[in-house]
């Protein structure tokens, strides 16, 4: 059903597949159900290539004059990304309690870590000053469907247009796709943008690991690799 009619990549396959033995387990502890079926199902997350703007192209999108204000906001937004390696959760719940001279200091959303210090590059600084003191102060927030929608505009515009190939499976299908960069360009990408900048720009890895957040070894062994 997931492969042949939701046609769902593998990796998808494998997050269904840990939500629902998550849940089950959750059922299980409650004494709804005694089926142990579903401890049988097993699915394998693949490594995927990692999108991220190079030095180059990230300054280029930085510097960017842009006609439409939905664009040069939607530029400041991922551009911030990248100079920090926030996610969408905490940019939208930043405000200015959180912000110091040079670093933010907060807690992240999705895996609760407490106290995380942020350093605030000369950029990062120059996009928080842009809006210190309006109404959208500290970023310009907005949907993080419209978001992407804009940033993806942005890029093109920037002629970030290197192609990229992208290879899938679902199931045992190979599924491969080239494509411009800027139709890869998400949000999160930004945060992956900082992961690999800053590993090639020679901060370690324990010193990122440590301003990102990041707890699993395996799902930073991604970025060294690139970087290597």
Known sequence: YCFEVREFKNNTFSK???NLKSFMNWAQERAYHNNNSFRKFKAYEENIEVIYLTPKELMKLYTMDFEKKSHEKARDIYCFACFTG???SDLANLNSSKIHEDFIKLNVTKTKSKDLIIPLIKQAKEILNKYSGTRLSPLPMISSQKLNEYIKEACEIAEIDT???ITRYSGSKRIEKTLPKYKLITLHTGRKTFV???LLLGMSPYQVKEITGHK???AFR???NVSK
């Open 163 to 165: 192609p990229i190939t």
């Open 86 to 88: 926030l996610r969408y």
């Open 222 to 224: 991604k970025y060294v």
């Open 196 to 198: 690999t900048n800053s």
């Open 216 to 218: 699993s070894d395996s």
């Open 16 to 18: 269904t597949m840990n």
